[in-house]
Every structure is written in C-alpha cells, then in structure tokens.
C-alpha cells in the first residue's frame, strides 16, 4: 500500500524496517534492525534517515560514532561533552565516510568530502600519519605502509622494514620503487640541470608530455642511437669509417676495412682491430721521420703530458698484467722502444725523459721504476740514456734501490760525501785487528740460483757475507730479490739474501793501514834506539896505504823466538835466551793500538819459556817485546783467534 505523502515514509522509514528498534527526533530517525532479502538471505542494517524531502529540511544528517568517559566538563577529547568523534558517516553526495575528530556539522566545508576522507593534523611522518596498511602488527619492527599528506599536499609514502621498497603492480619491489609498466609524468619542469629522458610525447605541441618507455639494446656492436630514438646501423657493412677531416686527407677515427670490434678504437687499422687504441701507420717513403703517434704538448701548464696512460686492476680477480705503455719495433737499423726527450726552450726546473714511479704499497711483492731487459747480440740496451749540458744533469736519476744482475760498467762515480750531509761524526777505531780476521776469497756464482737469472761466470773475487756479518755488520744488509721465470720475467714471488756495501770497506781498510804504519814507525823508531854498540877500529895496511874500517864484534847472546803457535786460540809459547849480565829484564805485552797491557819479569840469566794463556783476551792482532836494562833487544807478533 503506498505511503501517504506526509507518513513515515517521508521520514526516511520503509517498510522493511519492521523488524528492528527506529529512534526518531527533529523528524529524523536512526535504525537499527534486519533487513529480509529473500529465501535465507537478510542483512543487519544500521540505517539514519533524513527528513530533507518533506518541508525543505536543514541536513543532511550523518551517522556519528563516539567515545566517551569522564564528566563531560573538557574543552575537547573524550571527557568534553560532545565526546571524541572517531568516524562520521554522511548521505551527501552519493554517501561518504569521515575518519577524524575534526569533522563537524557546521562549518560546511569541514564535512567529508571524498568517499573516504582522513584526517590527522599532527605532523610526524612517522607517528601522525593518517592512513597506515600493515601486515603485521608489531610496534617494535612492523610491516607496514604509512600515507600521510601534508600542507602542500605531496603525499609520503614511508616504508618500514629492512627492504623500504614501494612496488607499483609490482608485488616483490626489487628497487626503491618498482613500476611494473609504463608511468607518465606531466608538466615536468624544464630547469638548468642536464637530463636524459627516454620516452614518447603522449599531447602533440606539449614536449614536456611524456610517457616513459622501454628501450631494449639490440646487441649489434654496429649500431648506434639515432636522434629518433631508434638503433641506426653505422656506416652499412659493418665499416666503422667514422669522420674524414682535413679535406679528405687524413682518418681522424675509423678501423679500416673488416668487422667492428666492441670497445676497440682503430686509427688506419687494416683489417681488424686488436687492441682498445691501435694505430696503424705503413711508412712507405724513406729519409724522413715516421710516427705512429706523435704529441706535441706546448703551453705554460703546471702540469704538461704528451703521453699519460693510467691503468688500474682491482679485484678479485686480478688483472694477470698492466702495461701502461707498450712498444715492440722490429727490422729497422735502430729499433726504439720507446724513445723519449724532455726538452726545453726557456728555462725549466727539471726536464724528464723518462719520469717512472713503481709504486704498488702494501698491495705488491715487486715494485719497479724502470725494468730493463737487453737480449740479442750486437749492441743491446734495455735503458739507454743521455743527458746534454745544463746545471744538474743525470743520464739515470734513482730513487731507491736499484738491482742489477749483470756486470756495471761505469766510466766514472762519484758517491755524495759531503759533511754538511753528514751527523755524529766518529773516528774508526782499531780496524787493523778486525781486518786480519777477513778472509778474501774467490768463488764462482751459482748459476741454477734461487732468483734463476743469469749471473757472471767468471771467477769473481770478494768476502762472505755471513763472515763480514760477524766482523763488521753494520756494512751488511738484507736484500729482497724478485724471482723471474726462465724468460727473465718477475714471477711476484721474492727471495732474501745478504749482500755487503764495499764501498765502506775502503775507509776501514785506511784506517787498519794508518795503525799499522803508526805501529811500523814507532818500532823503527825503538829498533833504531837499541842498536847502537862501541866501535872497534882496527887500521891495515895494503900495499903501502893505509885503510880504516870499522868493525862491530859482539859475543852477547839475547834472543826472542816467535811464539808457538801463532796463530793460537787459548795457549801459546815463547822462547828467550839471555846470556849478558843485566840489572833488568821484561817481556811487554802490546794491543793493536801500542798499549801495554802486560809486564813480565825474568830474573834469571839464560834460556827461559814463558806459557801465555789468553782465554778472555779478544780476537786480534797483539805484539810482545823484550826489553833489558831498558833497551828493547826484539819485538814480534801474535795473533789471537
């Protein structure tokens, strides 16, 4: 039965609403109840009507759900007396839902106005989002998603989680944001920074238009992007005949005929290119120079290279070798490896032909500045050099050590002494006693050594180290070898030995000479004092003349034997004699150096032995004498081991 025009109906009420509980105030209502559908099929239903069809009615009305708790008497919140809003339900506009507690009947324009409109007017990415999608509900580690808009109306889409990813039809994200699709961006603002956009106008006569697009490489190393967009073929029959300059008359970059190789760049190469830069250059006229490459770099730069070439290998794996320049010349009446002038037309500080630093820290066995190798009969150089007239020059400047494992033929050295160079400033003393211990020797190498290079194979004359180690150590070092294989290459591994700086054994060999010539002249000087005896004259007389000559007889009878053994190591013996008559007699015991450091007495008149032990006395060169009534009748040597 139709409803009359002012009955229930046009409250809001229907008829299914018969089986429920309607309240109803200012002609509005709200119900709550079951709504039947058909056979078995009826919905719970919490309904509000409004009464703006009948009479012109101020509305709409809305659906409100609230909390309360305390007295009522707050400004706001829960404890207010409207209470906190939480959700508002509005019939305006087809229905709308509003989540927040800011949303009132009036003003107007505070209502919902989207289906779904959330609010939050806290300002924390994090704790005041208004809209959070999560999979877990976690408040220490969640898997969530939180949307937050702010004044400007940029919308934040925070991502928490190991990963922070943000997938775009795009269930396991793989990057920050993953699109699976196309995107399109509008207005994209034109700026001073540079950009590379790839994709497709979408509005004709706006540029700034774009729908982004994929663009597959085609996997042809003879192919390149044209202006359009698309992959163009170069050249047609994969010939990489790039630019002709010069009217024509010289290839600025091209590989010649044959196929394009990735990556590699030919200048004249025929057929094909085999390296990242080859150059190729067939010198047909003879008499004049030739150059595959050739810079000339002039300028008042700090810094001028004709030639720079840097090469790193990081890994692993490791490049197996690095040349930053390589050169190979064959057949010509001089071949140059490289050949290589600092020259300079005005003053200069310094001028380099060749500048090398191997410097490989704590990541190389072997670190060279230059390594040079000469093979072949004739006139072989592996490092040829010169430097021309000017204030400091050097053919070769080192900086470190420098091994060479053949023979060094040098016209002229010069080592640095200067003692403005020089600090703690010592003499050398007693080197004569140290020097005696030496022992010269002369050897052969050993040809099948550890470092496998080839050594002299003439006797060779010298010390061992091991033995001026103990004598002399600090002119005795360590020195670290680079292994080479059978071609003379460094293998990386490295080998120790000892070697010794002969150079520094001259001062000490002057010095043991200016003891021992110290020593020579005091005892002529005692030889000379001693040896003076009474003249006895006798005259004869032949044919007819008279001759004088002087004669010296003596029956004295003093002797000192040498020692026996000598050289010994702990007992040696020394034989004497005295037949004369004396006041006095005693055997002096001298170091190195001329100082006494032993007096014996002998008291009775003949032959005599004396037994000397000198178990603490150290190695070295000592004399004893033999003195009577104060005059030294004889000195010798010993030598203690």
């Known amino acids: ?19 429920g509980v309607t309240y109803s105030t200012n002609s509005d209502f709200m119900y709550t109840g079951l709504r039947a559908l058909g056979n078995d099929i009826t919905e719970g239903v919490f309904a509000f009507g409004d009464n703006s069809d009948y009479g012109g ?51 107007i324009n505070r209502q919902p106005q989207r289906r779904l409109h959330v609010h939050d007017p806290g300002t924390s990415n994090i704790t005041d989002a208004q809209l959070r999608i999560s999979e877990t509900l976690s408040d220490v580690d969640p898997v969530a998603v939180d949307f937050r808009s702010t004044a400007e109306g940029n919308l934040y889409i925070n991502c928490y989680g190991e990963e922070q990813r943000v997938g775009i039809e795009e269930p396991l994200p793989l ?14 603002p034109n700026t001073a920074a540079n950009c590379v956009i790839f994709g497709e106008m979408v509005t004709a006569g706006q540029p700034q238009d774009n729908r982004l697009k994929r663009l597959d490489f ?116 001089k071949n140059y490896g490289g050949n290589f002038n600092g020259y300079a037309t005005s003053n200069t500080i310094a001028n380099f032909g060749v500048y090398a630093n191997g410097d490989g820290g704590a990541f190389s066995n072997a670190n060279y500045g230059v390594y040079a190798k000469a093979l072949g009969g004739g006139a072989a150089y592996g490092l040829y050099a010169t430097a021309s007239a000017g204030l400091t020059n050097w053919s070769g400047y080192f900086n470190g050590d420098v091994k060479i494992t053949g023979f060094l033929d040098v016209a002229g050295t010069v080592y640095t002494s200067d003692e403005s ?60 070898h680079s292994i080479v294989d059978d071609e003379g290459n460094p293998t990386g591994e490295t080998a120790s030995h000892l070697g010794v700086r002969y150079v520094e054994l001259i001062p000490i060999l002057v010095k043991g000479m200016q003891e021992q010539q110290a020593r020579i002249d005091e005892l002529e000087i005692q030889l000379n004092s ?40 702990e007992q040696t013996t020394i034989n004497y004699n005295i037949n004369d008559d004396f006041s006095k007699a005693q055997i002096l015991f001298y170091d190195a150096g001329g100082k006494l450091i032993q007096a014996t007495d002998i008291t009775t008149k003949g032959a005599g032995q004396l037994n000397v032990f000198a178990d603490d006395l150290t190695s070295g060169v000592y004399s004893y004498a033999l003195v009577v009534d104060g005059k030294i009748m004889d000195t010798k040597k010993m030598v203690k081991q």
């Not at 990489?240 to 394009?260: E, F, K, P, S, T």
């Not at 099948?448 to 002399?472: K, Y």
């Open 421 to 480: 160079l020089k600090t703690n400033i010592q003499p050398i003393d007693s080197s004569l006693s140290k020097i005696l211990l030496l022992d010269a020797i002369s050897y052969n190498w050993n040809q099948d050594n550890d470092l496998n290079i080839v050594l002299p194979e003439a006797t060779s004359f010298g010390f061992s180290a091991q033995q001026v180690q103990n004598i002399f150590p600090e002119i005795v070092q360590q020195m670290n």
């Open 530 to 569: 001693c040896c003076t005896v009474a003249n006895d004259t006798r005259s004869f007389e032949i044919d007819g003349n008279v001759t004088e000559k002087d004669i010296i007889l003596s029956n004295k009878s003093i002797i000192l034997n040498q020692n026996v053994p000598n050289p010994f190591a």
């Open 218 to 333: 085609n996997n042809d190393p003879n192919s390149y992007l044209g202006g359009d967009g698309t992959w163009q073929t170069i050249g047609g029959g994969g010939v990489c005949d790039w630019n002709i300059v010069n009217g024509g008359l010289d290839l600025a970059m091209g590989y010649g005929a044959g196929a394009c190789v990735p990556g590699n760049v030919g200048i004249g190469v025929q057929p094909a290119v085999n390296a990242r830069l080859d150059v190729y250059y067939d010198a047909t006229e003879s008499g004049i120079p030739e150059h595959g490459i050739h810079t000339d770099m002039i300028g008042g730069s700090y810094f001028n290279y004709g030639n720079r070439v840097d090469l790193e290998s990081f890994g692993p794996p490791y490049a197996e070798e690095n040349y930053g320049f390589y050169s190979y010349t064959k057949g010509a009446n």
């Open 1 to 19: 039965m139709e409803e009359p025009a002012n009955g229930p109906l046009a409250l809001g009420y229907r008829t299914w609403m018969r089986i």
């Open 57 to 107: 009615g101020i509305g709409p009305d809305q659906l409100v759900v609230r909390f309360v708790n305390g007295s009522g008497l707050d400004a706001s919140g829960a404890g207010s007396a409207d209470g906190l809003e939480i959700m508002r339900f509005s019939g305006m506009d087809g229905g709308r839902v509003a989540i927040g507690d800011e949303f009132h009947y009036t003003p």
């Open 175 to 188: 990057e920050r944001l993953d699109v699976a699709g196309n995107g399109r961006f509008q207005d994209i």
